[in-house]
C-alpha cells in the first residue's frame, strides 16, 4: 500500500510539472517593441462591415460666380465655350482663352492676320452689346453654343439692368468684369476664376502688375515732356486732358491739351489750328490713320515746335492701337513704347524684346525683329 501511494503522488508531481510549463508558454512577455494593437492588424486584412460605402462625389453641373458689378451668376461649373460683349473684352479675353471663344465682336482688322491664327481670325462676328459697328446678334449668339457671355471695361451705369435683361431674355448667363489700367490684374484674376484658366491668369496679371509699377517708376523720376496726342482726319482732334482715353498720356506726358468740355469718346475734342499753336507741344503723337505722312511738309504744321523739330510720331498699330483704341490691355504696349520713346536714358530695356514677350504673351504669336520694326516704323523717331 506504501508503494501505491507513494507511486501515485510522483505521478501527481510529474502531471503538474507539465501543466506549469504548458502554462509559462502562453505568457506574453514585456519587450522594448511597442505591441501591434488590434486597430492595426485590422488594415491588414479586408473588412466586413454591414455598412454600405459612401458613393463617390459627382461634379456639379453648375456653379455661382459673383461677377464685379455684385451679380451672382449661375454658369457651368466647367465652362468651355463662350463669346465677349464689344471689342475691350475680345482683346482681354483673346489672351487667356481663344480657343473657348465661339465668335467675335468685330471683325479683325486686316493688320491683325499676320498676328492672329486663322482658326481665330475667321470666327463668325456676333455684333457688339454697346455701340460699335454693330448691334449685338442674339439670334446668331444663341446659335452659337456660348456658355457664357463676358462683358469687359468700365461698367456702364445701367450695366446690372442690361446683363439681366439680356440674361433672362436669351438664357445664357452674362458677366461683367470691370478692367481698367489700374485693375487689370485683379480682372485677370477674376477671369482665370471664369474659365477655370487660374494659372496662366496669374502670370497675365503678373505681368500686368510688373509693368504697370515700372512705368509709374519711370513717371514720377523725370521731367515730363509736353505732349498733344492728335488723331481725326485733319489732325485737330485731341484726346485732352483727364479724358478715359488719355489715361497713358497722362500718366507719362505733361498733357498740355487742356480743354473746358472733356469728351469721353475715342475721337476726342475738336479743336482749331489756331488752339495748338497756343499749346505749341514739344512732342506730338499721331494717331494711326491720321495726317501723320503730310504734317512735315506742310507749312502750317511746320510752324509747330514738334514738327520744325522733328518730335513727332505715329502710334503704333496692330493688331489694334497700342494706346488704347478701344481701351483694353494694350495700353500696356503703349507704356513699353513712350516710356523709351520720351525717356530712354531712364527707361534702359530692350523695347523690342518686351514687344515681342507682349506678344507672345497675349496673342500667343511669335514675332521676329523684322515684324516688331514694321510694327513701329514710324514710332520711333525720323531718320
Known sequence: MQKIITLALALLLTFGAILGCASTKNVVTQTDEPAVSSATQATDAPQITDEPTAAPTETPATRI?????????????????IAVSGPLAQIAVFALAPDMLVGVSSEWDAAAQAFIPEEYYNLPNLGQLYGGKGELNLEALLASGAQVIIDVGEPKSTIV??????????????VHITMTTETAADAYIQLGELLGREEYAQTLATYCDEVLTRTKEIASTVEKTRVVYCLGESGLNVIAKGSFHGEIIDLLCDNVAVVDDVSSKGTGNEITMEQLMLWDPEVILFAPDSVYGMVGSDPTWQSLTAI??????EVPFGPYNWMGFPPSVQRYLGMIWLSQLLYPETAQYNAFAEVANYFALFYHVELSEQQIGDLMLNSLGRK
Open 65 to 81: 460666380f459673383t461677377d464685379s458689378v455684385g451679380r451672382q451668376v449661375e454658369i457651368p461649373y466647367t465652362v468651355e465655350s
Open 308 to 313: 520744325s523739330s522733328n518730335n513727332f510720331y
Open 161 to 174: 439692368e442690361d446683363l439681366d435683361a439680356l440674361q433672362a431674355q436669351t438664357g445664357i448667363p452674362f
